[in-house]
């Protein structure tokens, strides 16, 4: 090859390589600012889910109460699965404790395709559970996210026994432990029923996590079109009790 030639295909390679990855910036951009996707030009397949934040923390509230009542409507999962097959549009996100005595879903009484739900023992937003609000809100326009703890949390109370014992419980538990640590210790310096104290902290503390995760939710909040807030479920009524909405 003459030397002509190979300058020229360098300058081709460098532009076609300047333009692949204008073009990948342009692409990711796009996604982490909520922009246009290919599957968003379709209209969802449950418009009733298109709520502003307000209205999907009332629909929330309503499904808790009838829960409560006794009183849940009864779902079609048949025709919810083949209208959800080709896609889904959560009028909800929840973060939850994996707690088996806790089921978003039931405490709200929604159907298939209404909360996109993260669990976790204790209730807390590590990176991925982050990632994963952040794909609820910027893909799936999740208006709305609930951290969800509850009464007698286990996750929480093994973190006070930790810390208090000095003493770090076997395997990956710790993992949990220094998530929660931060509210266990503040409810231990306040006072009073600490395990009560702890688990509300807890949930304080991870609606500031995901109210300030940058750059998605943050900005999401900013804008209008995300709320996060928090809540507690009572084990022997069902009842979330909300806080955390200022």
């Known amino acids: 090859m003459c030397e002509r030639c190979a300058r020229d295909g360098d300058i081709r390679n460098g532009t076609s390589r300047r333009s692949l990855l204008s073009l ?14 290919a599957k968003e030009t379709k209209a969802p397949p449950k418009p009733q889910n298109v709520l502003s934040p307000d209205a999907s ?6 499904g808790n109460a009838r829960y409560v009542d006794g009183v849940s409507r009864r779902h079609d999962f048949k025709h919810e699965r083949e209208a959800l097959a080709g896609g889904q549009n959560p009028f909800a996100a929840v973060l939850s404790c994996a707690d088996s005595r806790i089921a978003p879903e039931y405490a709200f009484d929604t159907g298939r395709g209404d909360l996109f739900v993260c669990r976790v023992a204790g209730n807390f937003a590590g990176t991925e559970t982050i990632a994963s609000m952040e794909y609820a809100v910027a893909v799936l326009n999740a208006p709305l996210i609930l951290v969800l703890g509850h009464d007698a949390c286990g996750a929480v109370d093994a973190t006070l026994k930790a810390i208090k014992d000095d003493k770090q419980p076997p395997g990956h538990i710790p993992s949990l432990v220094d998530a929660i640590a931060p509210a266990a210790k503040a409810a231990m310096q306040k006072g009073g029923e600490v395990l009560d104290n702890a688990i509300r902290q807890n949930v304080i503390d991870n609606v500031a996590k995901l109210k300030s995760a940058a750059p998605i939710l943050n900005a999401a909040v900013e804008q209008g079109k995300l709320k996060v807030v928090g809540g507690i479920y009572r084990l022997a009524t069902g009842t979330v009790d ?5």
């Open 242 to 246: 909300l806080i955390g909405q200022a």
């Open 57 to 62: 923390l009332k629909r929330l509230v309503e």
């Open 24 to 37: 990948g910036g342009a692409a990711l951009g796009m996604i982490l600012s909520g922009g246009v996707l």
